[in-house]
């Protein structure tokens, strides 16, 4: 059974005035340490965690934390040994050699157990109780260690000893760097005689089976589709490999900095269109494999070729997919192995940013062409396809969702299959020969969306408002759906906006001073002109509008004769909203004039009353005071300052 340290205790034989070891819980005695029985326990350290081990004479045993190692330091003679002393194991005052000791150890193993030891066992073996508390000696001896400190230990040290192990760190430091410089060019060569070898093996071969006038085997399309511009990848990468070796002439005093730098420029353009083309040429491989028998049993030939080593086309196909992220791990190692200050080291820096670039432009070029490729997929479902590939496959253009949403105009609906881009909303209707587009909005910096307030006849509805202001009503089948779509057009419209820590209705509304709530209050009891439209078909125009003297009332009429003989009972209001979410905004087929932040809504059971202010000031006052007489809206009522940064969150 395993005994813990603490279970053990130092004792002396009074019969022979030697001291033993005995452990409280297993019984066993021994005269060593049980933490170190001889050479090969004294290599394999002690127990951890324990900052040194009290032996006889003054000795203690420590552990060197960066070498794991025991050394051994006297208090009473201030010596430091990395072996064993001869009388640490000794009762204290005992100078008798190592062999005289051994000797005891081996007598005390062959069972010769001196009397207190027998007397030892016999005390535990006579009781099954707990065996009692150590001697107040005792335990301080077997507790000290909690006592030294981790620095003490390490101040025990000879400085010729914490240099020499410095020194042993730089040494692997160097060594490893040294290592990596060398798997830079043999890498390097490697990956250049697995390049050379697809081209002797395959390419040549197979493009002087196309050259075949008649009966050729392959074409050169089928050879440019799978090999793409391999060739120039080996042209390169040989040019970038001749000057490694040159520079690894000076081994081990090489820089490589300034040549990866150099061979990154070369990179970024041919590896770029080479990874861009992987996919398509794994599929047309692919296809081969599957549907032509010849071909594909032919590059089977060419893979038993002695110099191809049984790679398959593909295994050297896909090399050069793998090489700039090597590039870029062997040049962060061989960084972390450059000391500071080195010749290189700045060089190698710019190198690692370089390839970090260009790993960085495949991927994002990558990207743009998977995307492009479902933008060509998307073609053949329209009826006129083959015509709109210059107007909806672009390089920049993401293709996001598609589905089924009613578009409401007045009072049609027509359903409508939409597709959503990144900067396009296209809607269509479907036909046998395809869908047939209807329309489209630009989701472009000036592009809005609002949800619009439920009424008796308009539910789950929301507006998109194109830059120029003209509005479209969609409608979803289910609450769910249209807030899906509601947040996939918003996604879309805030990808094309600008980052900018200011905004132009910053600017504007750091003119419109903050006032007194009663003070806008007065300003709507003696009317303002605002913009009203009318709600059965969005026309907009001029009226007086005001509230009435007790403020239970908003009232509108002829602007030249103030008069204001409509009105509506503000009790009787459900919501108070701000932006251009009615769908009266929208109604007309022109453009809307007002924009959307100068616009609210007064919304009632039944209808809404839609109007926009004609300034910043005027819209302030007439928003604020409208929600304290109004505190029982559905939409959430804005305060001043949010009102502000929801303003100028909609530049």
Same mark, same amino acid.
């Given at each position: ?186 890498? !390097? ?155 290189? !080291? ?42 709109? !590939? ?29 597709? $959503? ?58 609450? !769910? ?144 005071? $409208? ?25």
């Amino acid at each position: 059974m395993d005994s813990d340290h603490h279970d053990w205790v130092f004792l002396t034989d009074e019969a022979t005035g030697c001291c033993y070891y005995a452990n409280t819980r297993t019984r066993e005695t021994r005269w060593d340490p049980p933490w170190a029985t001889g050479a090969e326990e004294e290599s394999s350290g002690g127990l951890d965690g324990e900052p040194y081990t009290k032996l006889a004479n003054g000795w203690f045993k420590y552990f060197d934390e960066a070498s794991r190692q025991p050394y051994y330091y006297n208090k009473v003679t201030q010596e430091t040994m990395w072996t064993m002393p001869a009388d640490a194991l000794l009762p204290d005052g005992c100078t008798s050699d190592r062999r005289s000791l051994e000797s005891r150890r081996s007598t005390n193993y062959l069972g010769r157990q001196s009397t207190a030891a027998t007397a030892f066992n016999e005390d535990f073996d006579s009781s099954d109780e707990e065996p009692p508390p150590l001697p107040a000696e005792l335990q301080r001896l077997n507790g000290a260690s909690n006592e030294v400190s981790t620095s003490s230990r390490c101040n025990s040290l000879e400085p010729g000893d914490e240099a020499a192990r410095e020194k042993e760190k730089a040494d692997k430091r160097a060594a490893r760097r040294l290592k990596i410089l060398e798997e830079v060019v043999s890498s !390097e060569k490697t990956y250049v005689q697995k390049l050379q070898t697809l081209e002797k093996v395959y390419m040549i071969p197979l493009r002087m089976v196309a050259d075949q006038p008649k009966g050729a085997i392959f074409k050169h399309e089928d050879l440019d589709s799978v090999f793409m511009n391999m060739d120039m990848l080996v042209k390169v990468n040989s040019r970038f490999l001749e000057e490694l070796e040159a520079e690894s002439d000076k081994f081990p005093d090489v820089h490589y900095g300034i040549i990866i730098a150099k061979a990154a420029k070369q990179f970024k353009g041919c590896y770029t269109r080479y990874v861009n083309n992987y996919d398509q040429a794994e599929g047309h491989l692919n296809k081969l494999k599957k549907g032509d028998k010849e071909k594909h049993r032919y590059l089977e030939v060419c893979k038993t070729h002695p110099e191809a080593g049984g790679y398959d086309v593909r295994d050297f196909l896909i090399l050069p997919v793998q090489r700039v992220p090597r590039y870029r791990m062997l040049l962060e190692d061989l960084l972390g192995h450059t000391d500071p200050g080195h010749p290189d !080291e700045e060089p190698l820096k710019d190198a690692l940013e370089r390839i970090r670039e260009v790993a960085m432009h495949i991927n994002e070029e990558k990207r743009h062409a998977d995307e492009v490729e479902k933008l060509r997929a998307l073609l053949p479902r329209f009826s006129n396809g083959s015509n709109m !590939e210059k107007e909806l496959v672009r390089y920049d253009r993401k293709f996001e969702k598609e589905g089924e949403m009613v578009k409401v105009r007045l009072a049609h609906r027509q359903r409508r299959h939409v597709f $959503l881009f990144n900067d396009i909303l296209i809607y269509a209707v479907s036909s046998k020969s395809g869908f047939v587009v209807k329309g489209k909005i630009p989701l472009i910096l000036g592009a809005r969306i609002e949800m619009l307030p439920d009424t008796e006849h308009l539910q789950h509805a929301f507006a998109v408002i194109e830059p120029q202001g003209k509005g479209y009503t969609w409608v979803g089948d289910t609450e !769910e759906q249209t807030r899906e779509w509601f947040e996939a057009i918003s996604a879309s419209i805030r990808s094309n906006r600008p980052n900018r820590e200011s905004t132009a209705g910053g600017k504007l509304l750091a003119d419109v001073s903050t006032k007194p709530l009663a003070q806008r209050l007065e300003a709507l009891k003696a009317g303002t002109t605002l913009m009203k439209y009318n709600q059965r078909d969005g026309k907009s125009g001029a009226r007086w509008v005001r509230i009435s003297g007790d403020q239970t009332k908003i009232c509108w009429g002829d602007v030249k004769k103030k008069d204001t003989p409509s009105d509506m009972k503000l009790g009787e209001a459900v919501a108070l909203l701000h932006g251009a979410k009615s769908s009266a905004f929208f109604k007309q087929q022109g453009a809307k004039k007002d924009q959307d932040w100068l616009c609210f809504s007064v919304v009632f059971k039944g209808r809404t009353l839609d109007f926009a202010a004609t300034n910043a000031e005027l819209l302030l006052d007439w928003y604020l005071a $409208l929600a304290q007489l109004i505190p029982k809206s559905t939409e959430p009522l804005l305060d001043e300052t949010e009102l502000r940064t929801r303003i100028e969150g909609m530049f």
